[in-house]
Structures are given as C-alpha cells and as structure tokens.
Nanobody, 120 residues
Framework: QVQLVESGGGLVQAGGSLRLSCAAS????????MAWFRQTPEKGREPVAR????????TYADSVKGRFIISRDNAENMVCWQMNSLNAEDTAVYLC?????????????WGQGTQVTISS
C-alpha cells in the first residue's frame, strides 16, 4: 500500500520560512516524479513544484519561483519543500503527490496534506 505522509506544516509570520517533508513508502520511490500541490477554497488545487525521479529536473509555478525549493533524497524515500519569504497568498493545504510521469497533474498517489498558514 502506497503512503505519502506530509509533515512540517504550521503557522508562520509573513516573511518567514517553513520546511515541509513528505515520507513515501510502498512504491518504487526512485522511479517516481514527486510533486507538491496546494489547495485553497478560492483557487482549488494547483501544482506548485515537481522534481523528476532522478532529481535532476525540477519545475516551479511562477508564484513560488525563486522563493521555494523542492528536493529529494532517494536513499531516504523523502521529498522536501523549503518555503522562504512566505506571504498570505501561500496559505493553503500542501499536498505531496507521486506519479511515474513527469508532466502530469493527474497524479497516481496523494498524501493527506498539511496546513500552512501565514499570518500578517
């Protein structure tokens, strides 16, 4: 059974930083693209970043480019999400997802999500 478990969410002041992690199990982690999405009632679910199975290639949404960094450790089956210069628009539930394909938003596996709230 595939499990993606996010951790590290919480409340942080605007301008601050937060680091999310996603621990994966039950899948061949080093063959899967890993991605972070975020979800709000206003915008729904949107992709924010993805990283290829090898970790060589990464793609970011314009809204987070230059502020957030996605990384992975295939030896630990972990993907991390470093968020810097946070602002109120970054408030969302952040979800980890996995798929064998790189350019898809219809991911095979999803985590439950972790809430990130930015206070002004």
């Amino acid at each position: 059974q595939v499990q993606l478990v996010e951790s590290g969410g919480g409340l942080v002041q605007a301008g601050g930083s937060l680091r999310l992690s996603c621990a994966a199990s039950g899948l061949d982690f080093s063959r899967h693209t890993m991605a972070w999405f975020r979800q709000t009632p206003e915008k729904g679910r949107e992709p924010v970043a993805r990283i290829s199975a090898s970790g060589i290639r990464s793609t970011y949404a314009d809204s987070v480019k230059g502020r957030f960094i996605i990384s992975r450790d295939n030896a630990e089956n972990m993907v991390c999400w470093q968020m810097n210069s946070l602002n109120a628009e970054d408030t969302a539930v952040y979800l980890c997802a996995a798929d064998l394909a790189y350019l898809t938003n219809n991911m095979d596996y999803w985590g439950q999500g972790t809430q990130v709230t930015i206070s002004s």
